[in-house]
Each structure stands twice: as structure tokens, then as C-alpha cells.
């Protein structure tokens, strides 16, 4: 391509960066403000557009029904954050960053099902805008004029902002909490208005960036998950609360999008490469170079460490007696399943289903629960797991023994690469450094169809004749009690007390002689091993595996299932996993708005059982034990 299509892509790049600064912003600032990590933001873009169709619709699409209606769609979104915030988040601003993380998810299955319920499951194209429907010629080539307009009000809204913070009271309050929300409550500040008129705002600035997208794309389901991933990755390169690096950030990678698209396919040295297939991965790229060179992102601040204030955790118990003979029994009650199957066939099904989903969330609770290790990209593991165990089993040929193995070599192997850039890293920045890699690994799968399938995946994997019938069910009930007895053992033993240690405080850790980063690291590549061995199981039980195993809503499945049965539990993965499994199964064949049901549970399960499953009923068996 010569110079006049790079200008142009270069001004395709500002109107994107634009765009992309207007849901960033509002997420840099509810996080700086709340700590809290808004997953639900991306719903508040989706429904942005959804409104704005509806507006425009209503008001007609001249001048002032585009206008108006794009206005008014963005404030009654961010009424919605208002409501939002007051009924659901302000009640569990004191709950661990995690719990509310799922907070935020609930809300987006049950916003995605309200989008369905009321605009249906089409894709909804507006109009355009009225005066801005041309192009401009430049150098020979054309640009859309709205897009000049796009790129003009992403300054307007960055100036505008900084007005607010800087020349009001209510601005320098913000930047206040930013900096120290316990010290601004001292002196008397209402936090909690301020916590709502902070979410009310990036409400409303995220539902501007949506229906501002009006006449370039149609409103669908699909945005809220596919676009909150972008603006994640804008606040955590720009660094957490900042908004010029949300906006620098948001520059550098629409501009290297761009870039990717203008080189094209380039060939040097007789290979050939495709740039543009680097659109789908190369903000991750970016991110993780950004995050391991500088943790706290371009324009975020180093953060110091800190020692705990809250209240200890309980140390771990062994079960008793009466937990033991339960688990004899569960396992026994799985095995005599197979009696059963031509009275309960889908018994079966939905049982490997869930074995699997134990192993996998087990193997994420033990970097999460055991070791204060968060993770966004936990299903890279799984799926380097069952993509292994495919391709030894259908490319090389060696059988189904040869293939097992190889999955959890092949997600270890991963793992060591991966987990020593990650463990250097803490909170959210280790979080979203996981989901980097998570992508790049899903845009290799995705793209590489000589080897992987694409986008169609790797079929044909079947358990060896031997194996056949039940005897694959009792294989995986035998490696999956192995594993979880194995890291229940494990969490007992001298390492996983020094894991739990790191957990709890690092400071005290390295004080008293703990390799701090050295334990992470290996239980790091422990976690993923499991969960190459659990895609392993998957990708035999359902005779394949496809890129969808990669993807961010598996690695959120996995969080889900840790969090809802309890993440301060050794128990609280195999509820969490059984509960979810079974729920999801269930709901999906009882109502097309599943999705709100599902969420509705887990919002429920956040507000008044914060412990999850596992302490819930840890809570019932004291109270029962105690003498009436």
C-alpha cells in the first residue's frame, strides 16, 4: 500500500481510538474511583446502541431526532448505572474484588436477556447521520465524513472531562477517592453519592459510545462481552484511573489495528504475512509487553505493598468423619450410575459434563483460592489441552493413552512460559495479563487451518474401543477423585502452606524465608497442568474440541464456578463446578431468557451468601451442631 492509503488508515485509526476512548474512560473512572471491576460495562455500550436505534426510531432521523435521540439514549443508560449501582453494587462495595467481579457478570446475563427481550434477537442497522452520509476524497481514496466527526469528539469529551475533575468540587472529590477513599470518608464525604454519580457517569459515557456508533455498525447481543475485552485493555495499558492513559492508550492501539490493516499481506524472504489477521490479537500483544516491561501500565502509578488490615482468613480444616464418608458415598452414587443408564441416559452425560467442569474449576481455584492468584484466562490451559490431545490423536497417530498424556505436558510446558511473566504480577494487572495470552493463544488456534482447523476445529476424537461405553465415564471419575484428592493433599502439605502464605501476605512471606515468586510460579504451572488434563477429558468426551474452548466466556465460566461455591473452600470448586453445570443445563431447557434466570441466581448467591455454596453450608452445619 503507498503513503495516501496509510494517511487514510491513520485517520480510520483516530476515529476508532475515538470511539474506543469513550468506553474506556467511563471504566478508568468507576474502577479509580470503586476499585470495582465493572464487567457490566460493556452491556451499558451494547444497550447505548440498542437505545439509540429505539430513540431514532421514535423521533424520526433528521437533525434533531438523530442528535436528541443519541443524547437521550446515553443519559437513560446512564440512569441505568445509577439504578445499578444503588440496588446491587453499593451493597457489596466491602466484598473482595472478586466477588464483585461476579456481581458485574450476573449483570451482564440478565441485561444481554433484557436486550433480547425487548429488540429480539436480530441485528438492529440505524440510520445515518443526517448531513454526514458522504465521504470525503482524500489523496484518491475515501473517507466517511462522520468518522471526521468521531474523531473530533473523542478531544471534545477528554477536554471536557478534564474540566469537570479539575475547575469543580465534585471533580476534585473524585480525584480525591482516587487517591485515598478511607482518608475522604474521614472528613466527612458522603461516598456513597459519589460512588453513584461516578458510575452514573461512566454509564453514561459508555452509552455515548455506543449509540454514537449508530450508523457505522448494527446493535447486537454480541457486543457487550466482545467489546468490554478492547476497553479492559485500554485502562490496564493507560494504567488503572487514569484517564489521558486511557486515551493515549485507546490511540496507540486503533492506530496499530490500523497499521495491521494498511501493510496487508507482505511477503519477505519468500514467507508469507498476513497483517491483518494480527488485528484480532495484536492490542493483547501490546498489553503484555506493556505489562512486562511496565506492570502499572504507561501512566498508572507503581503500587505499594501493603500489609493486610481485614480480618484473617481461617485456616483450612480436614474434613471430618462425616465429610469423608460423604465423598465416599458421592463418588460411589457416580460409579453406580452406568447401572442405571438406559433408565437415566442423560444422567451419564450431564455427569462427565460435570467431572469435567470439577477438575477444571479445581485447577483454577488453586492458584485463585489457595494462592491469591486471579486469573481472566484460564481456559488457554484447557484448550492447550484438548487441542494437544486431538492433534497427537488424529495428526501423529499415537492413540488415546499417548494423547492424555501429552495434553497436561503440553499445558505445562505453556504454563512455565506464561506463568513466569504472570507471577511478577499482582491483582488485576496479573488478571489481565493471564486474558493476553489467553488471546494470543485463541488467535493462533483460530487462525492457523492447516494445523488446528480454524474456525471448524479438530473432530474425529474418540475414546480407543476399549474404552468404550462406560468405561471412558469411569476412566474420568478415576483421574478426576486422583486430582482433587491429590491437591487436596497438596494444600495440607509444607507447599501449600507456603502457597497460602504468599496468599495472605507477601511481606511476611519473604520475611520469614519464603521464595515468594518461586511458589507462585510452580503453582502456576500446577494449575494449568490440571487444566490441560481437564480439556484433555473434554475433547475425548465430545470427540473434539474448537477455538470456542479459548475463548473469554470459558475463562469466565471457570471464575463463575470458583466464586459461586467458594473461593475460601477446598470444596467450594467441586460445589461451585457441580452447581453451575447442572444449573446452566437446566435453565437453557426451561426459558429462551436463561441467560437472565442464570444471572438472577448467581446476583442472589453474591448479595446474601458472599462465602458461596461451601460456606453457606459451612454456616447451616455449625448452627445445627450447636445444643438447642
Known amino acids: 500500500m503507498n503513503l495516501t492509503g496509510f494517511v487514510v488508515q491513520f485517520l480510520n485509526g483516530l476515529a476508532e481510538a475515538s470511539s474506543l476512548f469513550l468506553v474506556a474512560v467511563g471504566l478508568s473512572l468507576i474502577f479509580g474511583v470503586s476499585r470495582i471491576v465493572n464487567f457490566a460495562h460493556g452491556s ?50 466491602r466484598a473482595p474484588e472478586m466477588f464483585q467481579l461476579l456481581a458485574t457478570f450476573a449483570l451482564v446475563l440478565i441485561l444481554n436477556d433484557l436486550a433480547l427481550w425487548i429488540w429480539g434477537p436480530d441485528d438492529l442497522l440505524g440510520p445515518l447521520a443526517p448531513g454526514l452520509d458522504g465521504a470525503l476524497r482524500i489523496f484518491g481514496r475515501y473517507l466517511p465524513v462522520y ?13 471536557a472531562l478534564w474540566l469537570l475533575l479539575t475547575q469543580t468540587r465534585w471533580g476534585r472529590l473524585v480525584r480525591a477517592a482516587t487517591q485515598d477513599r478511607e482518608m475522604l470518608g474521614a472528613l466527612g464525604v458522603n461516598q456513597a453519592w459519589l460512588f453513584t454519580g461516578v458510575f452514573g457517569l461512566g454509564a453514561f459515557l459508555a452509552g455515548l459510545g455506543g449509540a454514537l456508533q449508530l450508523p457505522r455498525q448494527p446493535a447486537s447481543l454480541m457486543l457487550d462481552l466482545s467489546i468490554i475485552g478492547d476497553a479492559f485493555v485500554v485502562v490496564v495499558v493507560g494504567g488503572m484511573g487514569s484517564i489521558p492513559g486511557a486515551f493515549v492508550a485507546a490511540f496507540i492501539i486503533a492506530e496499530l489495528k490500523a497499521l495491521c490493516i494498511a501493510l496487508g499481506v507482505v511477503e519477505l524472504g519468500g514467507l508469507t504475512f498476513a497483517f491483518p489477521k494480527l488485528t484480532l490479537v495484536v492490542e493483547f500483544i501490546f498489553m503484555a509487553l506493556v505489562l512486562v516491561f511496565r506492570p502499572w501500565g504507561l501512566f498508572g502509578k507503581p503500587q505499594a ?16 468423619r462425616r465429610f469423608r464418608v460423604l465423598m465416599v458415598g458421592v463418588v460411589v452414587l457416580c460409579a453406580a450410575l452406568p447401572i442405571w443408564a438406559d433408565t437415566l441416559p442423560y444422567a451419564l452425560v450431564l455427569t462427565q459434563d460435570v467431572l469435567v467442569a470439577v477438575l477444571f474449576a479445581v485447577s483454577l481455584h488453586f492458584m485463585m483460592g489457595l494462592g491469591g492468584m486471579p486469573s481472566f484466562g484460564h481456559a488457554a490451559y484447557f484448550g492447550i489441552g484438548a487441542y494437544a490431545a486431538a492433534l497427537v490423536f488424529k495428526s501423529v497417530g499415537l492413540g488415546m493413552v499417548a494423547s ?65 461405553g462406560s468405561a471412558y465415564f469411569y476412566l474420568t471419575l478415576v483421574l478426576v477423585v486422583a486430582a482433587v484428592a491429590a491437591v487436596r493433599h497438596t494444600a495440607f502439605s509444607p507447599f501449600g502452606l507456603a502457597l497460602r502464605a504468599t496468599r495472605d501476605s507477601v511481606l511476611r512471606a519473604d520475611a520469614i524465608g519464603i521464595d515468594v515468586k518461586r511458589v507462585q510460579w510452580l503453582a502456576f504451572v500446577v494449575a494449568g497442568t490440571l487444566a490441560g488434563l481437564a480439556g484433555a477429558l473434554y475433547a475425548f468426551a465430545k470427540g473434539g474440541t474448537s477455538p470456542e474452548v479459548i475463548t473469554v466466556g470459558k475463562s469466565v465460566d471457570g471464575l463463575v464456578m470458583v466464586l459461586l461455591g467458594g473461593i475460601h473452600a477446598l ?45 453457606a453450608t459451612n454456616v447451616f452445619a455449625r448452627r445445627s451442631e450447636r445444643p438447642s
Do not use: H, K
Open 44 to 93: 451499558m455500550y451494547m444497550l447505548g446502541l440498542y437505545v439509540a436505534y429505539s430513540m431514532v426510531q421514535y423521533f424520526g432521523s433528521g437533525p434533531l431526532g438523530f442528535w436528541g435521540g443519541l443524547l437521550l439514549a446515553a443519559l437513560l443508560v446512564g440512569l441505568l448505572g445509577v439504578l445499578a449501582e444503588i440496588i446491587v453494587l453499593r451493597r457489596i462495595y
Open 147 to 159: 468518522d471526521l466527526v468521531l474523531i473530533a469528539i473523542g478531544p471534545l469529551v477528554l477536554l
Open 305 to 320: 505493598a501493603v500489609r493486610p488490615m481485614g480480618e484473617a482468613l481461617a485456616p483450612l480444616r480436614t474434613g471430618g
Open 404 to 468: 492424555l498424556l501429552a495434553a497436561p505436558v503440553a499445558a505445562a510446558v505453556a504454563a512455565v512460559f506464561f506463568g513466569w511473566f504472570c507471577v511478577r504480577l499482582t491483582g488485576v494487572y496479573l488478571a489481565m495479563l493471564t486474558l493476553a495470552f489467553a488471546q494470543i493463544i485463541w488467535s493462533i488456534v483460530y487462525q492457523w487451518d492447516v494445523v488446528t482447523g480454524g474456525s471448524n476445529g479438530i473432530f474425529g476424537v474418540w475414546p480407543d474401543d476399549w474404552l468404550s
Open 571 to 615: 470444596s467450594g470448586p467441586i460445589l461451585g463446578a457441580t452447581a453451575f453445570t447442572v444449573l446452566q443445563d437446566y435453565v437453557i431447557g426451561i426459558t429462551e431468557y436463561w441467560r437472565a434466570l442464570f444471572g438472577l441466581v448467581i446476583l442472589l448467591c453474591v448479595m446474601f451468601f458472599p462465602g458461596g455454596i461451601a460456606g
